[in-house]
């Protein structure tokens, strides 16, 4: 049974009414084009018949580096982000069936789980709330921010914003937001529908190969959010370039926020694997005694025929074809012994902390030469 977290949410309804959203597919790289120019060229006409692309009277509009991040590469990437999502989550839903982690006694209350998440993903409620706090933070955001200066139509006087502030203030910004609380919100119906299935009877094998009890493949889940977070992160680095580059700051005025948004995006992206540690832990306890009784009877039973000589009735552990010799069952018990209660490795990891330290880089980068950088490390770990 497949899930989407993309398709039939009221976003998706109103894209395909618009006509950027094709009857088959998802439009991806149509709407990612269209919501770029849509957001920028207005904003960089109006910059260049005013004469503040590259200079002016005021800092000029390619010296606000968020304006270009957020229009250009965030929004863009936050619709790639959509087919990314809609491809991972809608073949790995149905996976919890076909693995056998969903055992069938269970498939009903999946099944019915799966359903709710679906008539949550697309009430209109949602995009209503959106709405309304997008609206509420432009409403109370002053116009007077060093951000437009821009878009000033009297340099030094913030108090008028030219057709370029006003579509960046009004358009671009409220898309942008409007895009970061979307998949907010899914990450919420991530979180439900995960933290359901952890509720169910899972028919968690500690012995899997994964090491996980078998949920080794949800590490793929925090890939669907690897462009958000590039995004998220850009923005934030585009500010700091800016403040670095033009008005004095340095690296240590911002070590503070990067670390921090390195952590939060960690916990918050990954917390949804989260849910599983309690089902994993206790099957780990229960597999620790089980398998270590069945580890005991096997190698007793090998001892007293082969060691010690003694007549040993036949016994079904011992001819048992699926457990082989000694030390095949040895390795299984080492095997529940070696598995993770927390499904979360390198693959999960690398998908939240490479995407959201990447922009912070180049912050870093700014006042610190790659050379220096790279031998500062090199130093670290001689």
């Known amino acids: 049974m497949a899930l989407s977290l993309i398709r039939g949410d009221p976003y998706f309804r109103f894209q395909r009414a618009l006509g950027l959203i094709p009857a088959t597919g998802l439009g991806v790289a149509r709407r990612a084009t269209f919501l770029a120019l849509f957001t920028w060229l207005p904003i960089a006409v109006w910059a260049a018949l005013r004469h503040r692309i590259f200079g002016g009277d005021v800092e000029p509009l390619l010296k606000h580096f968020g304006v270009q991040v957020r229009c250009l590469v965030a929004i863009p990437l936050f619709i790639v982000a959509e087919g990314l999502a809609h491809d991972v989550i809608s073949r790995l839903v149905p996976y919890f069936l076909t693995s056998g982690v969903v055992p069938p006694k269970a498939e009903p209350d999946f099944e019915r789980l799966v359903k709710r998440i679906a008539r949550f993903r697309d009430q209109t409620l949602s995009i209503v709330l959106i709405a309304g706090v997008v609206l509420a933070v432009t409403v109370l955001t002053p116009k007077n921010s060093h951000a437009l200066e821009w878009s000033w139509v009297t340099a030094g006087q913030p108090e008028a914003l030219g057709f370029g502030g006003i579509w960046f203030f009004y358009v671009s910004r409220p898309i942008f937001m409007a895009l970061v609380l979307a998949w907010l919100w899914?990450?919420?119906?991530?979180?439900?529908?995960?933290?359901?299935?952890?509720?169910?009877?899972?028919?968690?094998?500690?012995?899997?190969?994964?090491?996980?009890?078998?949920?080794?493949?949800?590490?793929?889940?925090?890939?669907?959010?690897?462009?958000?977070?590039?995004?998220?992160?850009?923005?934030?680095?585009?500010?700091?370039?800016?403040?670095?580059?033009?008005?004095?700051?340095?690296?240590?005025?911002?070590?503070?926020?990067?670390?921090?948004?390195?952590?939060?995006?960690?916990?918050?992206?990954?917390?949804?694997?989260?849910v599983f540690i309690r089902p994993l832990a206790q099957a780990k306890r229960?597999?620790?005694?089980?398998?270590?009784?069945?580890?005991?009877?096997?190698?007793?039973?090998?001892?007293?025929?082969?060691?010690?000589?003694?007549?040993?009735?036949?016994?079904?552990?011992?001819?048992?074809?699926?457990?082989?010799?000694?030390?095949?069952?040895?390795?299984?018990?080492?095997?529940?012994?070696?598995?993770?209660?927390?499904?979360?490795?390198?693959?999960?990891?690398?998908?939240?902390?490479?995407?959201?330290?990447?922009?912070?880089?180049?912050?870093?980068?700014?006042?610190?030469?790659?050379?220096?950088?790279?031998?500062?490390?090199?130093?670290?770990?001689?």
């Open 286 to 382: 229960r597999a620790e005694l089980t398998y270590g009784v069945l580890v005991g009877r096997y190698g007793r039973l090998v001892q007293r025929r082969w060691v010690e000589g003694e007549e040993v009735p036949d016994d079904p552990v011992s001819s048992a074809p699926e457990l082989g010799p000694l030390i095949d069952t040895l390795s299984i018990d080492e095997g529940v012994r070696e598995m993770q209660i927390i499904p979360i490795g390198k693959l999960a990891l690398a998908s939240v902390v490479i995407p959201t330290a990447l922009p912070l880089l180049v912050v870093v980068l700014l006042e610190i030469p790659l050379k220096e950088l790279l031998l500062t490390i090199m130093k670290a770990l001689m």
């Open 186 to 274: 899914r990450l919420v119906l991530l979180f439900l529908l995960l933290l359901g299935i952890a509720r169910l009877p899972l028919a968690i094998l500690p012995s899997h190969t994964d090491r996980h009890g078998g949920l080794g493949f949800l590490e793929r889940i925090p890939i669907v959010f690897a462009p958000v977070l590039f995004a998220l992160s850009a923005v934030f680095a585009s500010f700091a370039a800016h403040q670095e580059m033009y008005h004095g700051a340095k690296l240590k005025d911002f070590q503070a926020p990067m670390i921090a948004i390195l952590v939060i995006a960690t916990l918050i992206f990954l917390g949804p694997l989260m």
